[in-house]
């Protein structure tokens, strides 16, 4: 069965400092990937998705993740962290198949000044 | 473009009562899904209909169902309210039926807060 791990809960980081949010993801199949960001009392927006193309994946505002599959891990970086970025941002996977959108728990970005 | 539209936005309810909560999906999007976001928690899904039909079902009771109209929209309903079915309510919509090597992803709406009392 999918399913993705993040490892940290929350991450703190400074203004103009690299961000790194990892996640793990277990699966019997080729995932489908995603990573998702959602602002306090906002919907989800997405910011990239892991199409089996490349491994290096480039999103929105500046983010990108990398797909390891020696690691099963898509960790989400950014090289440097704007406060516009302090939000919750979920791992997703979608496997082959399957018609559901598995979330992980979410790591609360904080961006300090 | 509009986005995915969910109505209301916020909602009070008192226990045994029951709900219905909206959708519409972006323009041309034939699938729509339900999710149920406690606070602190990442979403868990609900249900997934695609062409008015149930295509999904997540481990939720029977208490909570829902439609798709021809045009697309949908309503969640939830019977006998209770004190833990206070969350956020997420719809989504894509083009098509599952994630699968499509990769199609879902664009999410802003979701409905529902508060029991």
Same mark, same amino acid.
């Given at each position: 069965a999918q399913s993705?791990?993040?490892?940290?809960?929350?991450?703190?980081?400074?203004?103009?400092?690299?961000? @790194? @949010?990892?996640?793990?993801?277990?699966?019997s199949y080729s995932?489908? @990937? =995603?990573?998702?960001?959602?602002?306090?009392n906002k919907g989800l927006q997405l910011l990239l998705k892991y199409t089996s193309a490349a491994t290096l994946v480039k999103g929105i505002n500046g983010f990108e993740a990398e797909f390891k599959k020696s690691e099963t891990s898509f960790h989400l970086t950014k090289p440097s962290a704007h406060m516009s970025d302090a939000a919750e941002y979920f791992c997703v996977g979608g496997g082959t198949g399957r018609r559901a @959108?598995? =979330?992980?728990?979410?790591?609360r970005l904080q961006v300090q000044p | 473009d509009a986005g995915v539209t969910q109505s209301p936005t916020h909602?009070?309810?008192?226990?045994?009562?029951?709900v219905t909560l909206r959708?519409?999906?972006?323009?041309?999007?034939?699938? +729509?899904?339900?999710?149920?976001? +406690?606070?602190?928690?990442?979403?868990?899904?609900?249900?997934?209909?695609y062409e008015k039909e149930e295509r999904g079902r997540g481990n939720f009771p029977d208490r909570f169902?829902?439609?798709?109209f021809p045009n697309y929209s949908s309503e969640l309903n939830v019977n006998a309210?209770?004190?833990?079915?206070?969350?956020?309510?997420?719809?989504?919509?894509?083009?098509t039926l599952g994630q699968g090597r499509s990769n199609q992803p879902q664009h999410f709406g802003d979701g409905t807060r529902l508060s029991i009392l």
């Open positions: 993705v791990t993040q490892l940290d809960s929350h991450v703190s980081v400074s203004e103009g400092t690299p961000v @790194l @949010l990892r996640c793990n993801y277990s699966s995932p489908s @990937l =995603f990573w998702y960001v959602q602002h306090p @959108l598995t =979330f992980g728990s979410g790591t | 909602l009070i309810k008192t226990r045994g009562q029951h959708c519409s999906p972006i323009s041309g999007h034939k699938s +729509v899904s339900w999710y149920q976001q +406690v606070l602190g928690q990442g979403p868990q899904f609900i249900f997934q209909y169902s829902a439609r798709q309210l209770l004190l833990g079915d206070s969350a956020l309510y997420l719809c989504a919509s894509s083009l």
